[in-house]
């Protein structure tokens, strides 16, 4: 299951029937039977589902998960259906049966999953959590907003909609991060990403200042030392109404080791935190007013050699076979796009962005650049010769 939704977490279920959640974001976990799931935008599940009813039709649904008041009618409470229909001669009921699922705004229930899932953990599928940390880092994740003149924007009170982490809203460089990098180009980005909140405040009071809602912009990024340890709280704060923020982070799994509502307590949160078998994921929601607490080794500088042999080995598999010249045109194109897609997506500069599009266009991302190790495997190679450009 994934959830391709560009705003929406939706409750997902199936009349009748259990699923148990087996794995998520391409990691094993325990088996996990639920009669719902939540799924978060840019999540995955691996779901098993056992027909074990009589022969009939049922429902499968799903409901947007929101937490905007009703009486604002700005909730899309549509439901989504397909039809789970089993193989045999009989009479559908009619209409076939409707799945229970939780209210659009329960809190409590959009968590359960989150909270009772584990890893596997067996001889091959070891647990590789770091146990200390040498980089930690407090991360908070916000809505802001900018002035306008006159009030005249659009968003809350004539604003314009804003988001950030620590405060600074991302400013996409016209030079990419990763070519800067590479050819040490200055002047396109800063390496100073703060540690902590460069202000630090009752992040879920109900009622806090206009002037906390007012974001800097920056092209800031965290540059990590191969194979650190790293730690990530991200911290939702309640501006401008506060909201869920599923965090995503490209080149590398983590390991979700705590998580809370309210505001985290660095001498009494991290005591609870699961260190024998926390789940893997690279996207995790962190909840309204709460915060969710992650590591992950920073191993991946760039995978390019493996990858790009890959992709050659294919190319020259499939031209072996008796393709038309229209498809070896479209197979030069996709090996060209892959090897693009590795250059930009699969080297050692990561993009960690909110996956709620609004939030992601509204600037909450940021950058980690993972540097080069000693042994030439863990190091980035340079682009191919015949790399097209952007």
């Known amino acids: 299951m994934i959830n391709a939704a560009l705003h929406e977490p939706f409750f997902f279920s199936i009349a009748k029937h259990k699923m148990t959640v087996v794995g998520t974001d391409g990691s094993y976990t325990k088996p996990l039977t639920q009669d719902y799931i939540t799924i978060f935008p840019g999540q995955t599940f691996d779901v098993l589902l056992e027909a074990n009813q009589r022969p009939d039709h049922y429902y499968m649904a799903a409901i947007a998960f929101s937490l905007a008041p009703a009486s604002r009618n700005i909730y899309d409470n549509t439901t989504t259906t397909a039809i789970v229909q089993y ?139 191969y194979n650190s340890t790293v730690e990530i709280v991200f911290q939702g704060t309640n501006l401008v109404g506060g909201a869920i923020h599923p965090m995503h ?9 705590g998580w809370g509502f309210g505001n985290f307590d660095e001498n009494r949160d991290p005591m609870r935190y699961n260190l024998v078998d926390p789940p893997h994921h690279n996207t995790i929601s962190v909840p309204k007013n709460g915060w969710v607490a992650i590591r992950f080794k920073a191993s ?8 790009m042999s890959s992709i050659k080995k294919k190319k020259n598999n499939l031209e072996t076979t008796n393709l038309h010249t229209k498809e070896i045109f479209f197979l030069n194109i996709t090996i060209k ?54």
């Open 87 to 225: 193989r045999g001669y009989y009479t559908p009921s009619s209409p076939p049966f409707l799945p229970h699922l939780p209210a659009y705004n329960d809190t409590n229930a959009s968590v359960q999953v989150m909270a009772s899932l584990r890893s596997l953990v067996d001889a091959e599928h070891p647990c590789n959590v770091p146990l200390s940390t040498s980089t930690k880092l407090i991360y908070t994740v916000s809505l802001n907003s900018y002035p306008c003149v006159n009030d005249s924007c659009e968003g809350p009170n004539g604003t314009r909609s804003a988001a950030s982490i620590n405060n600074i809203s991302f400013h996409t460089p016209t030079i990419d991060i990763l070519e800067a990098y590479y050819y040490n180009i200055s002047g396109v980005y800063e390496d100073n990403f703060p540690s902590v909140p460069p202000v630090v405040f009752d992040f879920t009071a109900d009622y806090l200042p206009l002037l906390y809602q007012l974001p800097s912009t920056g092209t800031k990024v965290r540059v990590l030392e």
């Open 249 to 257: 982070l490209h080149g590398h799994s983590f390991y979700v080791v």
């Open 300 to 307: 991946n500088p760039g995978m390019l050699q493996a990858l």
């Open 337 to 390: 796009l892959g090897v693009m897609l590795c250059i930009f997506f699969i080297a050692g500069v990561w993009f960690m962005h909110c996956h709620i599009e609004d939030h992601l266009t509204w600037a909450m991302a940021t950058v980690f650049i993972v540097k080069n190790g000693k042994h030439p495997k863990a190091q980035m190679l340079p682009p191919p010769s015949d790399m097209p450009p952007c």
